[in-house]
């Protein structure tokens, strides 16, 4: 069993920054994908960014790329997610969670979710 715990959400104004972290533990992690999630009110939740935790290689929505930045730090099991130059149209509860097969950007393809962290930026 893996847990997952999302840190770091909070009201933001446009164009301000956020550090969304993800605390797992439970399980040793190894050729797994780390996900982030958005789900906003009325819309269906869709894929932000992901991370191969063996090599770290990077994926991205292209509504985030350039802005967003996913990372790992393997030693602590920790996931991070770096959101620069906010815009309204972020808002959402954010999650993150662990794959377990299948492509990255299904979150039907992930088996562990954390609870969600409600990120709020104002115009």
């Known amino acids: 069993q893996v847990q997952l715990v999302e840190s770091g959400g909070g009201l933001v104004q446009a164009g301000g920054s956020l550090r ?3 605390a797992a533990s439970g399980r040793a992690f190894s050729d797994y994908v780390m996900g982030w ?3 906003a009110p ?3 939740r869709e894929f932000v960014a992901a991370i191969s ?4 290689r990077t994926y991205y929505a292209d509504s985030v790329k350039g802005r967003f930045t996913i990372s ?3 030693a602590k099991n920790t996931g991070n997610l770096q959101m620069n130059k906010l815009k309204p149209e972020d808002t959402a509860v ?3 969670a662990v794959q377990g097969s299948g492509n990255y950007y299904s979150p039907i ?3 562990y979710w954390g609870q969600g962290t ?3 930026v104002s115009s």
């Open 53 to 56: 935790w063996s090599i770290g």
């Open 72 to 74: 790992r730090d393997n």
């Open 37 to 39: 999630f958005r789900q």
């Open 109 to 111: 393809n992930y088996d």
């Open 20 to 22: 969304l972290s993800c």
């Open 94 to 96: 954010y999650y993150c």
């Open 118 to 120: 409600q990120v709020t």
């Open 42 to 44: 009325g819309k269906e």
